[in-house]
């Protein structure tokens, strides 16, 4: 991971040379949105690689989405692996912390030598990449946040992480925060992922119900005389 000071200081190099960034940052916090650039993720890959997990990373934008490609050890194999990825759906407030994903163009190639199973099928062509969602359906040691997988599509919910969804400190800050604001959508244009967000989505009645169930109620219980 890059230092702070590292961040900061491609940050400044970036905005020197792209001052236009900070109108087009101001302007996108007015209509609740966050524009980040490509190559800021493309900065991170970069990062991604000293850790040894990835390698080659490349991305671009394929707009509404972002083609990703790498290579990587997959159970013991070498590949190169490479899809667009684009977001289709979120859904994020005190019950579901959802990201849906419709995967295109996948590819795995052999990036070296292995007699592994997943090298045997991806020689013989058996794996149908159409349905990437699919072939994740059923490959073991599957992370307890993927919700669906099927076809092309993924659904990831983080509040079926046991560290979100069973810690109720977690829960309730997630309940209040998504009360005000929560993720809207994602996309792609040529240079920008662009991330919307929308202002109170249960209206001031919800948002004033969060508070009162989330913030108020529990500072009220400990002033209330315990049951022996």
Do not use: C
């Not at 960034?21 to 991604?48: D, I, K, M, N």
């Not at 934008?61 to 050890?73: A, K």
């Not at 407030?93 to 045997?120: C, F, H, M, Y």
């Amino acid at each position: 991971m890059p230092t702070p000071q590292e961040t900061v200081d491609a940050l400044r190099s970036y905005l020197r040379l792209h001052p236009e960034e900070v109108g087009r940052a101001v302007r996108s916090a007015l209509g609740l949105r966050v524009g980040v650039p490509v190559a800021a993720l493309r900065w991170l890959g970069q990062q991604a690689e000293r850790s040894g997990k990835v390698e080659d990373f490349h991305i671009d934008s394929v707009p509404p989405g972002l083609r990703l490609s790498g290579n990587v050890d997959l159970m013991n194999t070498p590949i190169r692996a490479g899809a667009i990825v684009f977001v289709e759906r979120i859904v994020f407030n005190d019950e579901q912390l959802t990201v849906a994903l419709r995967l295109e163009e996948v590819k795995l190639k052999l990036n070296g030598e292995s007699d592994s199973p997943i090298a045997a099928l991806i020689k013989s062509g058996a794996l149908d990449l159409s349905n990437p969602g699919t072939l994740v359906n059923f490959m073991p040691g599957r992370s307890p946040v993927l919700a669906e997988a099927n076809g092309n599509r993924i659904v990831l919910d983080l509040m079926r992480d046991p560290k979100i969804g069973k810690n109720p400190l977690v829960r309730r800050a997630v309940s209040l925060l998504t009360s005000f604001v929560t993720l809207h959508g994602v996309e792609t244009d040529q240079r920008h992922v662009d991330i919307a967000f929308r202002a109170l989505p249960t209206g001031f009645g919800g948002a004033f119900r969060s508070v009162r169930q989330n913030v108020l109620l529990p500072g009220m219980s400990r002033f209330l005389p315990r049951a022996r």
